[in-house]
Every structure is written in structure tokens, then in C-alpha cells.
């Protein structure tokens, strides 16, 4: 099952389901509507709403900090341009830098996150997720063209209860085309 998030008019309003997570591990019927969801799942709704609200709120404000401590301590994180880091602080560190880099800083979310929450058991889900960022540049100065910007985050669940971000990685759509399908 997959659940689609709606997102408002720019601002972060997260909507997040984890009852489809619950669904696939037994835990909710399929006659569940959210209004008869168990303590326990709109908990772990509530977590991830949290997550993702903190991490769209970081990007967007570019404050790595805001950030920290939302990656697991071996997280994997790739960018759109390849470049890799692992763990919690290296790739908050690579973000202080980023953020801070005038060429990056000059590109802004320029659509509200689409959101996509795939289930893959009980303790993990992936979350693809969407924005256009807009007026960022290359190093040497260039303004890019608005950037369609997708990302593949797996969350996985703490013996807490809570959700940190496993892997993340982040690929552009591009107008050039490979294949044209007949």
C-alpha cells in the first residue's frame, strides 16, 4: 500500500500515515479509517510527522543544526551530484558547509514537499519525497534551471520508538531523454 501526502501551500503541514506501515505488518484491518487508529499508530504518525517537519524546516531555513541529530549514526547520504557521506556528523557537517556556500544558498523550494510513504515492515519505511528548487547555482556562478529534486529516504524505527533517517539520497530530473518509449 502506498500513501500519498498532501502538503499546503508552502508550509510544511505534515499529513503523514504510518497506518499504511501498520497494514502491511498486520497491525491495522484495511476497514481502519485514521479516526480508529490504535494509540500506538497515531504515535508513530505523530514521530514521523515530527521528522520530516524538522528536516523540511532545516532545508528550507538552511540550518544544518536544525538538522542534526535526525540521521542514525551510520546514516548513508548521497546528493544529486554524487557526492557521499556517512553518518549523523559527517553529513552535518557537509551540510554546514553546503548551507553556507553562497551558490547553493541562492536556491530556494520553490513547490511545497510531495510526499510519498512506502511501508516496508514494522521498523522501516521508505519516504520518496519531491521539490522545485529554484535559482540555485553551479560553483563557477551559473544559475541552474529550477531543479526537480527527488529523494529516497529509508526511516527506520529506534528501540525508542522514534524515527531517524537511515538513508538518504537525492537525484535531479532531467529534460534530456535516453529512451523514448513507443
Given at each position: 500500500?502506498?500513501?500519498?501526502?498532501?502538503?499546503?501551500?508552502?508550509?510544511?503541514?505534515?499529513?503523514?500515515?504510518?497506518?499504511?506501515?501498520?497494514?502491511?505488518?498486520?497491525?491495522?484491518?484495511?476497514?481502519?479509517?485514521?479516526?480508529d487508529?490504535?494509540?500506538?499508530?497515531?504515535?508513530?504518525?505523530?514521530?514521523?510527522?515530527?521528522?520530516?517537519?524538522?528536516?523540511?524546516k532545516?532545508f528550507?531555513?538552511?540550518?544544518?543544526?536544525?538538522?542534526?541529530?535526525?540521521?542514525?549514526?551510520?546514516?548513508?547520504?548521497?546528493?544529486?551530484?554524487?557526492?557521499?557521506?556517512?553518518?549523523?556528523?559527517?553529513?552535518?557537517?557537509?551540510?554546514?558547509?553546503?548551507?553556507?556556500?553562497?551558490s547553493?544558498?541562492?536556491?530556494?523550494?520553490?513547490?511545497?514537499?510531495?510526499?510519498?510513504?512506502?511501508?516496508?515492515?514494522?521498523?522501516?519505511?521508505?519516504?520518496?519525497?519531491?521539490?522545485?528548487?529554484?535559482?540555485?547555482?553551479?560553483?563557477?556562478?551559473?544559475?541552474?534551471?529550477?531543479?526537480?529534486?527527488?529523494?529516497?529516504?529509508?526511516?527506520?524505527?529506534?528501540?525508542?520508538?522514534?524515527?531517524?533517517?537511515?538513508?538518504?539520497?537525492?537525484?535531479?530530473?532531467?529534460?534530456?531523454?535516453?529512451?523514448?518509449?513507443?
Amino acid at each position: 500500500m502506498i500513501h500519498r501526502l498532501p502538503y499546503g501551500s508552502g508550509k510544511v503541514v505534515c499529513m503523514l500515515s504510518i497506518m499504511a506501515v501498520l497494514l502491511f505488518a498486520g497491525g491495522l484491518s484495511t476497514a481502519a479509517a485514521p479516526d480508529d487508529m490504535s494509540n500506538q499508530a497515531q504515535e508513530e504518525r505523530k514521530a514521523i510527522n515530527q521528522l520530516m517537519e524538522q528536516f523540511y524546516k532545516g532545508f528550507s531555513e538552511k540550518d544544518a543544526d536544525m538538522l542534526d541529530g535526525l540521521y542514525t549514526d551510520d546514516a548513508d547520504w548521497t546528493n544529486a551530484f554524487g557526492h557521499e557521506e556517512t553518518g549523523n556528523d559527517a553529513i552535518i557537517e557537509y551540510l554546514r558547509g553546503l548551507f553556507a556556500d553562497s551558490s547553493f544558498a541562492a536556491g530556494e523550494i520553490n513547490s511545497a514537499p510531495d510526499i510519498t510513504v512506502l511501508p516496508i515492515n514494522e521498523g522501516a519505511v521508505m519516504v520518496k519525497t519531491f521539490v522545485k528548487i529554484k535559482g540555485q547555482e553551479t560553483a563557477n556562478g551559473k544559475v541552474l534551471p529550477v531543479r526537480h529534486n527527488y529523494s529516497m529516504k529509508l526511516l527506520a524505527r529506534q528501540p525508542d520508538g522514534s524515527w531517524l533517517i537511515k538513508a538518504d539520497m537525492y537525484m535531479d530530473a532531467r529534460s534530456d531523454v535516453t529512451y523514448q518509449q513507443k
